[in-house]
Nanobody
Framework: QVQLAESGGGLVQTGGSLRLSCAAS????????MGWYRQAPGKERELVAV???????NYTPSVKGRFTISRDNAKTTVYLQMNNLKPEDTAVYYC????????????WGQGTQVAISS
């Protein structure tokens, strides 16, 4: 089992910045992927950015150049630095942890609200 503790959501104006953090604890494999997904009202949950334990990253096109995902493997913590935020970034952001080579969509955090005012 893996537990995820998220922090860092909030309300900011357009063009502002926020930093999300998610710390994983429990039992897991060293080879894993951590990342962030988001779900806006009336929409499906979508990938925002993920990063593997080896450092490989993947971003959804709409956040490239504005968001940066990073991780501290010693702390098993993933960060999402979000700059130049736009109203369309408003959503509940969920942390995800997935063991590589294990089927399934992994573990989810409880979600943190990010709201951008125009």
């Amino acid at each position: 089992q893996v537990q995820l503790a998220e922090s860092g959501g909030g309300l900011v104006q357009t063009g502002g910045s926020l930093r999300l953090s998610c710390a994983a604890s429990g039992t897991f494999f060293r080879s894993n992927v951590m990342g962030w997904y988001r779900q806006a009202p009336g929409k499906e949950r979508e990938l925002v950015a993920v990063i593997s334990s080896a450092g490989s990253t993947n971003y959804t096109p709409s956040v490239k150049g504005r968001f940066t995902i990073s991780r501290d493997n010693a702390k098993t913590t993933v960060y999402l630095q979000m700059n130049n935020l736009k109203p369309e970034d408003t959503a509940v952001y969920y942390c995800n942890f997935r063991n590589l080579y294990v089927a399934g969509d992994g573990y989810w955090g409880q979600g943190t609200q990010v709201a951008i005012s125009s």
